[in-house]
């Protein structure tokens, strides 16, 4: 299929993008185009004009200051993924992006793109939403920093603004105590997930003295599976409060059946990789310290 008729404009800075959106409510930012393109060729979509921001060289790269790592929107993924700097800071960012599609989507696909398209299967937003990280959004009228938790309304529905522009994405580095592990299932590698898990588990002397985890796949945007987090919070992981917190995330998995799984097999899903990422994180976790 082919996208319906629109406008195309190339801004050489911020500010011009931000005039644009503003003079146009149907205008769309365009990123790296890897899920807006298609979404607009399949009619999803239908933007008035679309806003090229490639030519915007304050919105690429990143710096680490302090504990944050702060990524610039059009920030490629694959840049990001091969960082030495930003492996040593939060390796979990490498191991989720190795999971998004494929290297040559990767190459072009950027960090800010993915996140405020918000789609509910997508790695990135659900690992934003583990590591309790934040975003920058502008617009003529001003700039705001938005939680990851407040962010995500519904599959591809953010609390981003007509007119707003997503520039920088601030994810948390880790602590010294803290172990990571994200996994998905996937029919092939590539394809969308059925269901990932994202974990972060903070232990002293054995214990979880701190844990976020969240889920892709299984709900209508990316999911805190804060009733799991507290089957684990200052216990153990493993055994009976592992198992507890597996079946807390169960009832977390609101997907319904479709052609992909069924909303009984999703549930599996999600409680076998809590089991998983959380005694990898852990594992991780002990070796980190």
Not at 230 to 241: C, M, T, W
């Amino acid at each position: 299929m082919k996208p319906a008729l629109f406008d195309y404009v190339a801004p050489q800075s911020i500010e011009e993008a931000l005039e644009t959106l503003a003079s146009d409510e149907m205008a769309r930012p365009l990123a790296g185009g890897q899920s807006l393109i298609p979404t607009m060729n399949f009619r999803i979509a239908a933007p008035s004009r679309l806003v090229d921001l490639a030519r915007i060289d304050a919105l690429k790269g990143h710096t680490i200051e302090g504990d944050v790592i702060r990524v610039g929107a059009m920030t490629r993924q694959r840049d990001l993924e091969r960082d030495g700097e930003v492996r040593r800071a939060n390796p979990l960012i490498a191991e989720v992006l190795g999971n998004v599609a494929h290297i040559v989507i990767r190459n072009r696909g950027t960090v800010g793109g993915s996140i405020a398209h918000a789609d509910a299967a997508a790695e990135l937003p659900c690992m934003l939403v583990a590591t309790g990280g934040a975003v920058v959004a502008r617009s003529v009228a001003g700039e705001r920093t938005i939680a990851a938790d407040d962010l995500f309304h519904f599959h591809m529905t953010t609390a981003l603004q007509p007119g707003e522009l997503l520039t920088e994405v601030r994810i948390p580095a880790l602590s010294p105590r803290t172990g990571y592990a994200f996994q998905e299932v996937a029919r092939r590698h590539g394809d969308y997930a059925l269901a990932g898990v994202c974990a972060l588990v903070t232990l002293r002397e054995g214990v979880c003295t701190a844990l976020r985890l969240a889920a892709c796949g299984v709900a209508s945007k990316p999911t805190r599976l804060a009733e799991a987090e507290n089957a684990l919070q200052d216990a153990v992981p493993e055994g009976s409060a592992l198992a507890g917190a597996a079946d807390a995330a169960r009832t977390l998995s609101t997907s319904g059946d479709d052609r992909q799984a069924s909303a009984e097999y999703r549930k599996d899903l999600v409680a076998a990789l809590v089991r998983r990422t959380v005694t990898k994180a852990a594992d991780r976790a002990r070796e980190r310290a």
